[in-house]
């Protein structure tokens, strides 16, 4: 029997569904792809998969953008197909995670293109925030809200009304005072919970409610009139009462770094978890390491929720290259190209900092091809796509290069990949380091086995361990030990203990090299 508990301490791997792999050959990845990877991804040794939107999508922002909650995009498949893909996953012990995207809808979602038609005044307007401009002639914009991406967060219309919108201008958002607005969004969790989903992840789940009036903001002098309203734990209390029915789990992006304000989220009667973004932003650093997990699980222990662990997402710069860089922490506001970048010293860390998370109390996301150890990708700039690349002016190269479609075999993909793999791409193929012992492919598969079976893993109790200036060292109940090294030298590791597993080779005198973490059992 399965434990209903399952998410306290799963490993949930993300697909990109676009990016994952190609089943009928047009380069752009499809649910038929996902189907044929299963095998591979329960080799892996997976407990879910998290699918980024699937949706019926223009694809503006990578399907963030969700014209039909109901519809499969026809360039992913088919609704039959996804509730195939869940059964068959389903089948190898693999759950299903789908993402709803509650802050907004595409322009293409039939409620806009109604509330555009309907015009001002119109109950159709109602269910976005359409307002009149500010200025003579209503030619400036209602309020002065910084957006979530560059450029501006209002957009006038034809009859001269202004929409909302945190991010792109395709995505305008919903107004959340809406009754139908909730009522809708209730509908479409059951929707997916009928078809055997097992949770949700709820996109800008911060974000949803305005405050009243939507008045101006000045930083540091008013209450935020977008972030962390406390409408929101309202609508996810109703929402918790829904995937109770079912048995279904959320995972909510909440980017607070405000502790307090984010365990609130996590309370019992609200979301299950939430995305750790304070762990993917932290530095390879020994000390804001270390605090960050002492923090994450503190802030974790009052509300009883898991802490998650995630590396990794696909809106940040791939792990190799952020733990390549001097400044390794969280850097997709400055993600340029060029920044000098030490890629074996990069590959190293993440081969460390997988055996760290891996190890540490709770659940732990994992991206496509962070198990392939593949770095940030240097996107063209005529083929970049990312609607934060043009939003910024082109000053910011998005987020496309850590979508760059998977290579999964040495020869180059029948089809030109929506985005290009750069040169040597190849050899990072999965089927090259399935056959590989040493591979990031085969350390992952590793640490999820060992993780997977063995006691004092997930979620449950850590005790720090006493260790020299530069290593984090703790166990874990049932005698398990990991040790990470982030000093400039060697580390002596505890005695009367046996290696399970090391991120890479020990040193002649059998110490920890610089870099390298691993995990022992007494
Ligand atoms: O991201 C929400 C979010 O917090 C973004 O503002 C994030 O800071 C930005 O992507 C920079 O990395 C979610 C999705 O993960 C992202 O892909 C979407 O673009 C966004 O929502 C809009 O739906």
Redesign the pocket.
Known sequence: SVPDDWWRSAAIYQVYVRSFADADGDGTGDLAGVRSKLPYLAELGVDALWFTPWYLSPLA??G?DVADYRTIDPAFGTLGEAEKLIAEAGELGIRTIVDI?PNHVSDQHVWFKEALEAGPGSPERELFHFRPGRGENGELPPNDWPS?FAGETWTRVADGEWYLHL?APE?PDLNWSHPEVRREHEDVLRFWFERGVAGVRI??AALLAKADGLPDFVEGRDPHPYIDQDELHDIYRSWRRVADEYGGVFVG?V?LPDSERFARYLRPDELHTAFNLNFLTCPWDAGLLRRTIEETLEEHAPVGAPATWVLAN???TRTVTRYGREESGFD?AVKTYGTPTDLALGTRRARAAALLSLALPGSVYLYQGEELGLPEAEIPLDRIEDPMHFRSGGSDPG?DGCRVPLPWTARPPAAEPWLPQPEGWAGYAAELQAADPTSMLNLYRTALQLRRGGAGFGDGPMRWLPAAPGVLAFSRPGGLVCVVNLAGESAELPGHRTVLLSSGPLDGAGHLPQDTAVWLRT
């Open positions: 922002d990578g963030y995207v979530q991010f995505q996109d800008s992006e980017w696909h809106d940040v997709f987020r």
